[in-house]
């Protein structure tokens, strides 16, 4: 059983950094990617970044420039680096990683993926 787990979250100032990771405290898989998304209150989970394992990186758009994803395939791991944070950065980020085994899937959509985190907060004050 995969069991995603997401740390590094907290409160930071505008303009700072935070670094999240997210490891699998379960039973190892291999992943076709791995991805974070993020929701605010009040709106729908929107993604974020994700990386595929032959390098390919992708971001959104109000990320792109300022945030970086990096990780590790055979320990199941992904990390967020995030710069220049914005209070409309705030939200909770969830990990999530798509297991192979059960088909193809788009690294942007929700439904790409197979295992999520429980989530970290981040919140980032004016």
């Known amino acids: 059983q995969v069991q995603l787990v997401e740390s590094g979250g907290g409160l930071v100032q505008a303009g700072g950094s935070l670094r999240l990771s997210c490891a699998d405290s379960g039973r190892p898989v291999s992943s076709s990617y791995m991805g974070w998304f993020r929701q605010a209150p009040g709106k729908e989970r929107e993604f974020v970044a994700a990386i595929r394992w032959s390098g390919a990186t992708y971001y959104s758009d109000s990320v792109k420039g300022r945030f970086a994803i990096s990780g590790d395939n055979v320990k199941m791991t992904v990390y967020l680096q995030m710069n220049t944070l914005k209070p409309e950065d705030t939200a909770v980020y969830y990990c999530?990683?798509?297991?192979?085994?059960?088909?193809?899937?788009?690294?942007?959509?929700?439904?790409?993926?197979?295992?999520w985190g429980q989530g970290t907060q981040v919140t980032v004050s004016s």
């Open positions: 999530a990683a798509k297991d192979p085994r059960m088909g193809v899937g788009v690294p942007s959509r929700l439904y790409g993926y197979d295992y």
